[in-house]
């Protein structure tokens, strides 16, 4: 069954470097969405990205937030100056139609 | 008011029982709701989709909708422990993608 994949796992961080996260969606795919969870809390959806844009953005997508697809198969999400409150679990995700998103198995980022 | 809300729970059933987990949402437009499972450290996996009023059954899962009352259902039958699990109802706004319930925590004990 098609997957999204997602590395690195798990990313160790020191407050204010940069990050970069980074997914393959599905292939046929064309909506790509980045989600993250601080533990013990719910999802929270950050941005959207269609025809290679962002579609809709959250607060939490704030300047230091970025998303690029740079090779039509990669969707990246970057954190310029992380913080320790980035400290989370990133999940990508895609679509097509609407029956539903499918998730990648998730970044687990630790900002310390 | 927030968007989707459920009973964070937890929520015991016995084995073999049904559970119910509940969810409503605020905006009435809504047109996409959809169940996830989610085992802890993991990703939520799609579970039912649902677009209609009425019931939708899969399995041992049955989704139920009503537009009218904004709310939205997941029945699941015979419970196993392999269920336990937290429940996320998530719900595609107008003019917004999919958003999140905090979830339910399902606990079936054997």
């Known amino acids: 069954e098609p997957e999204v994949t997602q590395t690195p796992s798990h990313q160790v961080t020191q407050m204010g470097q940069e990050v970069i996260l980074r997914c393959v969606p599905i292939s046929n795919h064309l909506y790509f969405y980045w989600y993250r969870q601080i533990l013990g809390q719910k999802v929270e959806f950050l941005v959207s990205f269609y025809n290679n844009e962002i579609s809709e953005k959250s607060e939490i997508f704030d300047d230091q937030f970025s998303v690029e697809r740079p090779d039509g198969s990669n969707f990246t999400l970057k954190i310029r100056s992380t913080k320790l409150e980035d400290s989370a679990m990133y999940f990508c995700a895609s679509r097509t139609g609407n029956y539903g998103y499918t998730f990648g198995s998730g970044t687990r980022l630790t900002v310390v | 008011q927030k968007e989707v809300e459920q009973n964070s729970g937890p929520l015991s059933v016995p084995e073999g029982a049904i559970a119910s987990l509940n969810c409503t949402y605020s905006?009435?437009?809504?047109?996409?709701f959809f169940w996830y499972r989610q085992y802890s450290g993991k990703s939520p996996e799609l579970i039912m989709f649902i677009y209609s009023n009425g019931d939708k059954e899969d399995g041992r899962f049955t989704a139920q909708l009503n537009k009218a009352s904004q709310y939205v259902s997941l029945l699941i039958r015979d419970s196993q422990p392999s269920d336990s699990a937290t429940y996320l109802c998530a719900v595609n706004l107008i003019a917004n993608d999919m958003r999140f319930g905090a979830g339910t925590r399902l606990t079936v004990k054997p």
């Open positions: 905006d009435r437009g809504s047109q996409s």
